[in-house]
């Protein structure tokens, strides 16, 4: 069996995507808002990298925000326009 191959995610939610890769690793997702819970994605993810190196590429696109406390990955939606 190949361990490198690549899962494709195609304007997928972000939820549906999160549900597959925590249950690969054992854990669990949280959002903490709806908005992140409903962002549509196209990226890709390979199982046999590490779920802090998932969390670190997706926390390269705009308005989203993860991290990992424990068994669980935590979601949110990070809008720079704070209040003035």
Known sequence: MAGD???RFVDVRLDSMLTVVVKHYGKVAYFRD???RAMKLIT???PADSLL???E???MFDYL???LEG???FV???NDEEGE
Do not use: P, R
Request: proline share 0%; no cysteine.
């Open 5 to 7: 191959s690549l899962v």
């Open 71 to 73: 068994d669980t990955v």
């Open 65 to 67: 925000h993860l991290t």
């Open 57 to 59: 590429h997706l926390n």
């Open 76 to 78: 949110e939606y990070a």
């Open 44 to 46: 890709k993810w390979n």
């Open 34 to 36: 709806d908005t992140s």
């Open 53 to 55: 190196a998932f969390i």
